[in-house]
Structures are given as C-alpha cells and as structure tokens.
C-alpha cells in the first residue's frame, strides 16, 4: 500500500515534472509570511468559503464507502432470499449514492473556481508587487543580477508558488479529511482488520517514500541538465547575429545536442526507475487487496463481517491509499511553494538606497542648470575597491557645453553615471544650482531636469511615436513632431509608411543606428531638459550618420548646460570647457586651443587620433 501512495501520483508521460525538489542557492531567502499575508488577506472570504465547500465534499466522500456497502448488503440479501422487489430494495441507497456524487461534485467544482480565483488573484498581486519592487531597484542591483533571473522570479517563482498554493490547500484539506474520515469508517466497519491495516501500511509507506526520495534525487539531476540545455540553446539564440557573422551554426547544433543526449540518458534511466516502481507499487497493493479480501472472508465466515461491510472497508481503504498518497506528495509540494514564494518576496522586500520619489523640485523657470561635483570620490558598490572617481572637482556653468576626454576606463561615463544619480559618491557631493542632488526629487531630476542620450540608445517594440511619447507621458502629437523636427528625424519618419505609426521592432531592430540616435534625441528633447547629458553619442555611427546626429545634437545643445562625453575629440572640439580625465583624477582643463596650446595630455590624444586617421 505504501508503494501505491506514490504511484496514485505518478504522470508517465511527462517524467521532467516528476519528484522535483526545490532549487538550491547558497543562501536561501526564508518565506516571509506577513507579506504573504498581506497578499491572501483581500481574498479571505473566497478562501474560507472554499475551505468550506472542500471539508463537505471530503466529508460525503466518507459517506460513499458505507453506501456502497449497503448497496452489496441489498444486491447479497436479494439474491439469497430472492423474496421482495429488487427495484423497490435497491432504488433507495442508489438514489442516496447518486444524490451524494451529485453534490459532492458541485461542492468539488465550487472549490476548485474558489481556489483558482484566490491563487490567480494572490500570483497578480504577487507579480504585480515585486515588478514594481524591482524598478524601483538601485542601479547597483541589476549590476550585481543577472536580468534572466529576475525574469525567472517573475514569472516560473510566481508560477511555482502558485500552484502549490493551490494544490497544498485543495488536496492537503480534502486528503487530510479524508483519512481521518476513513479510518473511523474503517473502525466502525472492522476494527480487526483496521488493527491490521495499522501494522501493515506505514512500513510500506516508509518504503514508498524512500525510493521515492531516490527518484527525486534523480529527477533533479534530470532537471538540471535540462536546463543546461536549454541554456547553451538561449545564449544561441539570443546572440544569433553574432552566431552567424561567425558562422558557428554547426557548433552552436552540436553543443545542443550533446547536452540534450545527456537530459535524455538521465530521463530514459528515470524513466526506467519509475517504471520500476510502479511495478512494484501495484504488486503490493494487489497483495493488500487479496489480504483483505482473506482475512474479511475468514471474519465472513465468522458471521463477524457482512458482504457489503467488506466492500465498504475496501473502498474506504483505497481511499484512505490515495490521500496518503496525496499527502507525501504535498510535502514536497509545500517545500517548493515556500521557497519559491521566498524567492519572490526576497526582491518585494528590497529597499532601495536611493528612492524614486521624495525631495525638493526646482521650478522649471528659477532652474538655472549649473552642475558642481565638488571632492567626488566614488567606487562602485559591486567592486568597493577601485576608485574609480578621486577627489573629482568640475563646474559646468549654466547653458555652456563641457566635454570630458580621457582614456578608456578612466571614469567619464560615471560622472554621467552620478550626475543622474544612479549612484551615490562616497565622499563629496553633486551639486544643481547649489543644492546637493541628494535632497532633490530624484524622479524630476531624471524625468525633467536632465536629459540624457548614450552611445546605444534602446527603444522600445513600439511605435516611432510611442518612443518619442516615453520621455514625456501625456505629450501631445504636436509636442512629439517639436521634438521630432528639434531632433532632425521628422523627415525620414514622413518616408516610413505608417510615418509616426512605424513599429521599431524589438529595441528598435528595424531602424539604422543613427535613425535610433535621432529619434532617441527627439525622446531626450521632448522633456525640454535644463541639462543635457551626450555620452559617446555618435561614436557608433559611421561618418556620414555622425554629421546629420551631430548637427541634430549642436541644435538640442543651444541654451542648455551640456554634458559630453566623447571619445571622437572632433565632436567637441566647440565646447566652451573640455576637461581630461585620468584614473579618476582631472589632469587638465580649458578650451581646445589652449590645451592644445599646453601640449599635454589633451594635445597628446588629438595628435594620435589625427594619426590614426590619416
Ligand atoms: N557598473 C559598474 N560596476 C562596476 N564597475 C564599473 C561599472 N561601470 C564601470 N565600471 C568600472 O569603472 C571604471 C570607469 O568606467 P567608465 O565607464 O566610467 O569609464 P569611461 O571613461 O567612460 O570608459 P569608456 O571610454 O571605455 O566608456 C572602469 O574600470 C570600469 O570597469
């Protein structure tokens, strides 16, 4: 019988489900069940009353053994004594039974629409919660995780919680019932042969359980490979450009392949193991039938059980087989909830350093736009080592340009970087007009005082004009042409045939790079920025896009205090301040021609990169 309690739940035709264990990180997040309990409070009433309906329908299930025993008791008696009516003796406990399953099965739909309800509304919510959480994440969080994972708590996490929730609550409450239930029905029936069935079924549920742990173990493993797999073809797949300008297809196939033999070896042995099992299982729990057939007939032959009281123990007992059944099963279930509902609220409960909200907004009109970084030493927070930024001092004057020069890895993109405050300085402070940028509202200073653009600018799958809209939500159709006619885009967007309607593509695929750039611009300069940073903006494009973006970018430049950062030093060669950075430190400053003039570094870089050139 204890075989039969795992083989109730066995599904052979999908063996990668079967007996998974929860995934193991090294420090495992604990289930937090106050916020679980936020979570499940909105939907309490549908879940008691679910509980409710769940508890009747186990507690008819009890009834249906003892009617089916009076069904035989009739059917036994009327083909022994053949007096009476046989419709008119039997009509009555097959009504009972019917009406019975009828209800049980309304009860049973009822709590399975309840359940679903309250999991499908407890997973939105969850979702819900912790995708919020997440963008509201430190940009030093998703330096330190990875964005597959994230997705993953998302969605399998969530996925994984809910339905144990589900699962656990339906069968835990209906199995538990049920034993209970069954074993006094057991009791009244044969207390001699529930004697025996006590002895006999826990040292078989034992055994069960333990070579259903082996198989676990197994399936894990099974698991694991899967996943490798399924890794090996996602990093294909996601980098299938570079894949083909390769020409790796071949190899790409191959290592794919290799690893899904592998998951099928280990599936076939799984495979194999279960299959085993089952075998044995249904042995067993045909010897128990036959052992309890034996001994109810020699208690027959007593006179001390009737035909029908046997059948009802058999029934009772096989259920009895499938709750336990259902019971090892949630344990593991349970443990896979948790610690999947744990993953997820691990993130939900995340505080970020730097919130979004919160802090002194600066009117649009007394906003002059002069930036200070003033003593800014910083390291970042995933390597608090490296100094990236010492002792940094720099002023940019309200409305002027000042450009940031310097070698590779020196530092340029972390002013940006701080100066929108993705991060914080260690020492020092980041001034607008005076006031420290800690204190002022981080949202307006990202979404309206500053605008930034970057080398590779990301749209979104969307429209061209969607994408404009996204640096201005509510813009109307007339700001977003401004912006666009600002930007030097409105006349390639006219030639597209739906024009402002074009979708981009997934990151805006279907458009050239400086097509991206200006219409990323536009994005920037519908939100009329007081600041404006510029990192490598043109750096990716060839000579002729870098002259129609360049000439976009000196038009959205005029009166706002701009930040460059460039490597190609012929972009900013106007700039009223240019500025070289080495290892974190100033090394020089002034305009072009007297750091040209000075001979140092700066003089150094133009001369190579007129070498280079040439
Ligand atoms: N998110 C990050 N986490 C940890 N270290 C980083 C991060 N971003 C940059 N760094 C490190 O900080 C240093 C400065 O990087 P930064 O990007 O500011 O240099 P850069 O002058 O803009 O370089 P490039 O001209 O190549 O863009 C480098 O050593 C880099 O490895």
Same mark, same amino acid.
């Given at each position: 019988?204890?075989?039969?309690?795992? #083989?109730?739940?066995? $599904?052979?035709?999908?063996?990668?489900?079967?007996?998974?264990?929860?995934?193991?990180?090294?420090?495992?997040?604990?289930?937090?069940?106050?916020?679980?309990?936020?979570?499940?409070?909105?939907?309490?009433?549908?879940?008691?009353?679910?509980?409710?309906?769940?508890?009747?329908?186990?507690?008819?299930?009890?009834?249906?053994?003892?009617?089916?025993?009076?069904?035989?008791?009739?059917?036994?008696?009327? &083909?022994?004594?053949?007096?009476?009516?046989?419709?008119?003796?039997?009509?009555?406990?097959?009504?009972?039974?019917?009406?019975?399953?009828?209800?049980?099965?309304?009860?049973?739909?009822?709590?399975?629409?309840?359940?679903?309800?309250?999991?499908?509304?407890?997973?939105?919510?969850?979702?819900?919660?912790?995708?919020?959480?997440?963008?509201?994440?430190?940009?030093?969080?998703?330096?330190?995780?990875?964005?597959?994972?994230?997705?993953?708590?998302?969605?399998?996490?969530?996925?994984?919680?809910? *339905?144990?929730?589900?699962?656990?609550?339906?069968?835990?409450?209906?199995?538990? &019932?049920?034993?209970?239930?069954?074993?006094?029905?057991?009791?009244?029936?044969?207390?001699?042969?529930?004697?025996?069935?006590?002895?006999?079924?826990?040292?078989?549920?034992?055994?069960?359980?333990?070579?259903?742990?082996?198989?676990?173990?197994?399936?894990?493993?099974?698991?694991?490979?899967?996943?490798?797999?399924?890794?090996?073809?996602?990093?294909?797949?996601?980098?299938?450009?570079?894949?083909?300008?390769?020409?790796?297809?071949?190899?790409?196939?191959?290592?794919?392949?290799?690893?899904?033999?592998?998951?099928?070896? +280990?599936?076939?042995?799984?495979?194999?193991?279960?299959?085993?099992?089952?075998?044995?299982?249904?042995?067993?729990?045909?010897?128990?039938?036959?052992?309890?057939?034996?001994?109810?007939?020699?208690?027959?032959?007593?006179?001390?059980?009737?035909?029908?009281?046997?059948?009802?123990?058999?029934?009772?007992?096989?259920?009895?087989?499938?709750?336990?059944?259902?019971?090892?099963?949630?344990?593991?279930?349970?443990?896979?909830?948790?610690?999947?509902?744990?993953?997820?609220?691990?993130?939900?409960?995340?505080?970020?350093?730097?919130?979004?909200?919160?802090?002194?907004?600066?009117?649009?009109?007394?906003?002059?736009?002069?930036?200070?970084?003033?003593?800014? &030493?910083?390291? #970042?927070?995933?390597?608090?080592?490296?100094?990236?930024?010492?002792?940094?001092?720099?002023?940019?004057?309200?409305?002027? &340009?000042?450009?940031?020069?310097?070698?590779?890895?020196?530092?340029? *993109?972390?002013?940006?970087?701080?100066?929108?405050?993705?991060?914080?300085?260690?020492?020092?402070?980041?001034?607008?007009?005076?006031? $420290?940028?800690? +204190?002022?509202?981080?949202?307006?200073?990202? =979404?309206?005082?500053?605008?930034?653009?970057?080398?590779?600018?990301?749209?979104?799958?969307?429209?061209?004009?969607?994408?404009?809209?996204?640096?201005?939500?509510?813009?109307?159709?007339?700001?977003? #042409?401004?912006?666009?006619?600002?930007?030097?885009?409105?006349?390639?967007?006219?030639?597209?045939?739906?024009?402002?309607?074009?979708?981009?593509?997934?990151?805006?695929?279907?458009?050239?790079?400086?097509?991206?750039?200006?219409?990323?611009?536009?994005?920037?300069?519908?939100?009329?920025?007081?600041?404006?940073?510029?990192?490598?903006?043109?750096?990716?494009? $060839?000579?002729?896009?870098?002259?129609?973006?360049?000439?976009?970018?000196?038009?959205?430049?005029?009166?706002?205090?701009?930040?460059?950062?460039?490597?190609?030093?012929?972009?900013?060669? =106007?700039? $009223?301040?240019?500025?070289?950075?080495?290892?974190?430190?100033?090394?020089?400053?002034?305009?072009?021609?007297?750091?040209?003039?000075?001979?140092?570094?700066?003089?150094?870089?133009?001369?190579?990169?007129?070498?280079?050139?040439?």
């Amino acid at each position: 019988m204890g075989g039969h309690v795992v #083989y109730c739940q066995l $599904d052979l035709n999908n063996n990668d489900n079967l007996f998974p264990e929860p995934k193991k990180t090294h420090a495992e997040p604990q289930f937090n069940w106050r916020e679980f309990w936020k979570l499940l409070q909105p939907q309490l009433l549908a879940l008691l009353v679910a509980s409710l309906l769940a508890f009747g329908a186990a507690i008819l299930n009890i009834q249906i053994p003892l009617l089916l025993g009076e069904l035989v008791n009739v059917v036994s008696r009327y &083909t022994r004594e053949c007096t009476g009516s046989y419709l008119q003796d039997i009509h009555k406990p097959v009504m009972k039974l019917l009406s019975l399953y009828a209800l049980q099965g309304l009860l049973t739909s009822g709590y399975i629409v309840l359940l679903s309800r309250v999991g499908e509304r407890v997973a939105a919510k969850m979702r819900k919660t912790l995708f919020q959480s997440l963008l509201r994440q430190d940009v030093a969080f998703f330096d330190a995780k990875k964005t597959g994972m994230l997705v993953n708590r998302l969605t399998s996490d969530v996925q994984e919680f809910k *339905s144990s929730f589900k699962q656990v609550v339906a069968q835990g409450l209906r199995s538990v &019932t049920q034993i209970a239930g069954c074993f006094i029905s057991l009791y009244l029936i044969s207390p001699r042969l529930t004697g025996l069935l006590v002895v006999v079924m826990p040292t078989l549920v034992g055994g069960g359980a333990l070579i259903g742990c082996l198989l676990r173990r197994l399936s894990r493993k099974a698991q694991e490979q899967v996943a490798k797999a399924t890794g090996v073809a996602d990093e294909a797949l996601g980098n299938v450009r570079t894949v083909r300008a390769f020409a790796m297809e071949s190899r790409e196939e191959e290592l794919y392949s290799v690893e899904v033999d592998k998951s099928c070896q +280990m599936n076939e042995i799984l495979g194999v193991g279960i299959a085993v099992f089952q075998g044995l299982s249904n042995l067993v729990l045909n010897c128990i039938v036959l052992g309890t057939i034996f001994t109810g007939g020699s208690l027959m032959a007593k006179n001390k059980l009737s035909a029908g009281g046997l059948m009802s123990f058999l029934v009772a007992a096989q259920t009895v087989q499938r709750s336990m059944a259902n019971i090892s099963v949630l344990f593991g279930q349970v443990v896979r909830g948790l610690s999947a509902g744990a993953r997820v609220f691990e993130f939900i409960l995340l505080e970020p350093q730097v919130l979004l909200h919160g802090g002194i907004k600066i009117p649009y009109h007394s906003l002059l736009g002069q930036v200070s970084f003033q003593n800014v &030493t910083f390291s #970042y927070p995933t390597r608090p080592g490296n100094e990236v930024l010492k002792n940094f001092s720099l002023t940019l004057p309200p409305s002027k &340009t000042v450009a940031i020069v310097g070698q590779s890895g020196g530092g340029k *993109s972390t002013v940006a970087a701080l100066l929108e405050r993705f991060y914080d300085p260690n020492q020092g402070a980041v001034t607008l007009d005076g006031i $420290d940028i800690r +204190m002022l509202d981080p949202s307006w200073l990202r =979404g309206q005082a500053i605008g930034f653009i970057s080398q590779e600018p990301v749209l979104f799958g969307t429209t061209i004009m969607e994408n404009i809209r996204f640096g201005k939500p509510g813009a109307s159709d007339e700001e977003v #042409y401004a912006a666009a006619e600002q930007a030097g885009v409105d006349g390639f967007i006219q030639s597209f045939p739906d024009g402002y309607n074009t979708v981009v593509g997934e990151r805006g695929v279907t458009l050239s790079g400086g097509q991206k750039q200006r219409v990323a611009i536009a994005r920037a300069l519908i939100k009329n920025p007081r600041i404006l940073i510029l990192d490598e903006a043109t750096s990716a494009l $060839d000579a002729e896009s870098e002259q129609v973006v360049q000439a976009a970018l000196d038009r959205a430049a005029t009166g706002r205090t701009v930040l460059v950062i460039a490597h190609r030093l012929s972009t900013i060669m =106007g700039a $009223d301040l240019i500025v070289v950075l080495s290892q974190g430190r100033v090394v020089e400053a002034g305009t072009h021609s007297m750091l040209l003039k000075k001979g140092g570094f700066y003089a150094e870089l133009i001369h190579r990169q007129t070498k280079e050139l040439k």
